[in-house]
């Protein structure tokens, strides 16, 4: 039953993603492969990988996409496909950052269907955001749950996969904090001295000649309007309890979530466990740094659905964090109850976003979707031209 949820997502994963590109991967994908192909300097194709796009500088990504290119035309049902297998990494990950022992698949049977629907349905059928959405949340509590761990070679791990959650997308950069802190409270200064140049480093070169995206808001917008974000803040974490996108609800999901993760806080929660406590942690930042990017498009915003997997995320680790703290949750009912709870929510979920993904299916096999229609026509003319990509494969 663990594995059900999984394989129902992936079905429909594979049912009705399309060989296409869609907004970003117009340019994160066909026109960076076209740049690339054109540059002949390995220091120039070593800057283009590294390079940024909008806010973030998500070479990870592009890794993929060259290495989905070496084997033929570039895929983009694949990359797709690729992106959202970093949620069954991700799975692995919070499993294992539980302290539970006994019956501890049964104890966490609820979380697999809390993860696999369809809320981020736009991410799960767009390539580019697949792949940073998923794959950074894979990397950054991978790189947490090493961070966590006594041994050198957990901490050489640890900072390997910082590097790449921080280089899928820009909040990946918080792991390096989060890092900091866990060494800190473990008194590893030795492996704390170690980590610090690698963070300040790699932050440094992250901001060098950084651009600030000229259609994004800012964070003047946000301290011009605290009071709309604070509200953004709350919405987008409440935002997956909210169905029908109604404020209200998603504003007092918000908050409840928020004095839970005070309460945890105050009760000092990390020292029962320390990577649980530290991945509500970087997602808490993260919601903060998303707000204040953000909020000046307003708080409706909030409800984008490639945003959600944040969201889904923080209430998933929430309930780890529950049962782990009160051992009476721990009886069958309760559970039963729980996973009762966690399949209606899988299946209302099914049945609120089914129509979305079908018009999403139709309307790439039949348009161009993106903002600028001559660019993109001019991307895909140029990736089509050097082989990059083929129309023939539409509607694969």
């Known amino acids: ?65 060259l290495a989905g290119y070496s084997l033929g035309v570039v895929n983009f049902s694949a990359l797709i496909f690729i992106g959202n297998l970093a949620l069954v990494g991700l799975l692995f990950v919070v499993y294992k950052s539980s302290i539970l022992k006994e019956n501890k698949t049964f104890l966490l049977l609820p979380i697999p269907f809390l993860i696999f629907q369809p809320q981020y349905h736009e991410s799960m059928y767009w390539a580019t955001a697949a792949m940073c959405n998923f794959f950074i949340l894979f990397f950054s509590l991978l790189a947490i749950l090493f961070f966590s761990r006594p041994k050198k070679i957990y901490l050489l791990l640890g ?54 995206a000229a259609d994004h808001p800012g964070v003047l917008a946000a301290l011009k309007n605290p009071f709309q974000t604070l509200q953004y803040f709350f919405v987008l974490i409440g935002a997956p309890v909210a169905f029908l996108k109604i404020q209200p609800v998603a504003l007092i999901s918000g908050v409840l979530a928020t004095l839970y993760f005070g309460y945890l806080t105050f009760t000092k929660f990390f020292k029962k466990n320390i990577v649980v ?50 051992p009476k949750l721990r009886g069958v009912k309760y559970i039963v109850g729980f996973v009762l709870l966690a399949v ?11 129509d979305s993904i079908k018009s999403h299916n139709l309307s790439v096999q039949n348009e161009l979707l993106y903002p600028d229609i001559n660019r993109a026509k001019n991307v895909l003319e140029n990736a089509v031209e050097k082989g990059i990509y083929t129309l023939s494969s539409v509607g694969d």
């Open 344 to 354: 209606c929510f899988n299946g209302l979920s099914y049945f609120v976003n089914i």
């Open 1 to 65: 039953m663990f594995s059900l949820p999984v394989v129902v997502f992936f079905v429909f994963v594979l049912k009705y993603s399309v060989n296409v590109p869609f907004w970003d991967d117009f340019d994160a994908v066909l026109g960076f492969l076209t740049k690339y192909s054109n540059f002949t300097s390995l220091s120039d194709k070593l800057w283009l990988i590294l390079s940024q796009h909008t806010e973030h500088r998500f070479a990870l990504n592009r890794l993929i996409v």
């Open 159 to 212: 900072v390997l996969f910082a590097l790449f959650a921080t280089f899928t997308m820009g909040n990946g950069m918080f792991v390096f904090i989060i890092g900091a802190l866990i060494l800190l409270y473990q008194k590893r200064y030795f492996d704390f001295v170690f980590l610090a140049p690698i963070a300040f480093l790699t932050i440094l070169f992250y901001f060098q000649g950084y651009i600030q």
């Open 277 to 326: 406590y530290s991945s509500l942690l970087f997602l808490f930042i993260t919601a903060l740094s998303m707000s204040f990017a953000r909020s000046g498009f307003g708080i409706e915003q909030a409800f984008a659905s490639k945003y959600s997997v944040f969201s889904i995320l923080f209430y998933v680790l929430s309930y780890i964090s529950l049962i782990e703290n009160f």
